[in-house]
């Protein structure tokens, strides 16, 4: 029989890439979403969908569910400062329900998505997952909050907590929001890249090394608890900006203003350590994004833009 895994946020970004990816290594799966950037559930036998607020999630029976991995959130700084109170409700108390809920059903095991940018701007070479975070903006401080709520339970059930960098590559509910997407899709667009600032250091994963470390933690028995960076290209925006225009040609803008301060090198030798090894690297997602933007299929849908989605879905309907 199929081990049974609860998805949260599994209509977005990383989420519907997980889930298909979790039928192909042979799970079964539970997902729950509220479908904030469209319909991306899967039909599939071994699939079930909610569409459903993680707040809710007690409606849902988890019987043999081996292991969550909860992905659900207002997923960056801008659209979490379009309503802050949304995003304390549902990822701090949204994860507490979930964790009560995860308990009573007697589950093994909960790997959080919490992000790099918890350490906010930090000068020291090697970012550590020991080092003392510094949250800027709500949306790390909502991401650290959860990491402790989620922490909370630790003696009860086994926890992972990874800190991914800016995730990039393509996927089928695509983000056009993060930082190599973004500026490769201005490249292929309007041969045009225009970069804010330019020397803040950011971190970079791959979408298919991502979603292959969610599932080697699934499956490593041995890891029972665990805080784990996950970001292998340390770069400036400038030089993420240089690397797009010479694989696509395009010219680059550079424009003082910038109201994003972070800027931080995360040190994934923890996972490397623990056995993970990632197959991707930044020129590779440039590379698949032309070839699908090339055959026409990656296309600019206003749901890509996560920022002004999720603000005209607030300003349509006053809560979502
Ligand atoms: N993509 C990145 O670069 C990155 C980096 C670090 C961390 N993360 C984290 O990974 C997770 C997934 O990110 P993503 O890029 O797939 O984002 P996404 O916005 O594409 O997906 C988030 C999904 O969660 C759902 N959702 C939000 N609030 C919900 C709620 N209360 N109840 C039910 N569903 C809800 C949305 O409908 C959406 O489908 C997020 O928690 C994000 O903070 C992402």
Request: proline share 3%.
């Amino acid at each position: 029989m199929r081990k049974k895994i609860l998805v949260t946020g599994g209509s977005g970004y990383k989420g519907v890439k997980l889930i298909r990816n979790l039928i192909q290594h042979g799970y079964s799966v539970i997902n729950v979403d509220k479908n904030i950037f469209g319909n991306y559930f899967i039909k599939n036998k071994y699939i079930k969908n909610y569409k459903l607020d993680t707040n809710d999630i007690f409606k849902v029976n988890l019987k043999n569910v081996v292991a969550c991995i909860h992905l659900a959130s207002i997923a960056n700084d801008p659209m979490v400062d379009l309503n802050p109170s949304l995003s304390w409700e549902t990822s701090v108390l949204g994860s507490k329900i979930l964790m009560d809920h995860l308990i009573k059903h007697k589950v093994k095991k909960i790997i959080y998505a919490s992000s790099g940018s918890v350490y906010g701007i930090k000068k020291e070479k090697r970012v550590k997952e020991n080092l003392p975070l510094k949250p800027l903006s709500t949306y790390n401080k909502v991401k650290m909050a959860t990491e402790r709520v989620i922490l909370s339970y630790k003696d009860k059930i086994d926890v992972i907590i990874l800190r991914p960098a800016t995730v990039c590559g393509f996927a089928p509910r695509m983000r056009l929001d993060l930082t190599v997407n973004m500026l490769t899709f201005q490249a292929l667009k309007n041969k045009k890249i225009t970069v804010f600032g330019g020397k803040q250091k950011r971190p970079n994963v791959h979408i298919d090394d991502i979603i292959d470390a969610y599932i080697f933690f699934l499956k490593k028995k041995n890891i029972r608890f665990g805080i784990f960076n996950i970001g292998f290209e340390n770069l400036s925006i400038l030089e993420i900006a240089k690397k797009i225009s010479k694989i696509i040609k395009s010219d680059i803008i550079i424009k003082k203003n910038h109201s994003d301060a972070r800027s931080y090198n995360l040190d994934s030798s923890k996972l490397l350590k623990a056995g993970f090894k990632p197959k991707k690297k930044i020129s590779d997602a440039i590379h698949e994004l032309k070839d699908l933007y090339n055959k026409q299929k990656l296309l600019d849908k206003p749901n890509f833009h996560s920022i002004k989605w999720l603000k005209f879905k607030l300003d349509q309907k006053k809560s979502i």
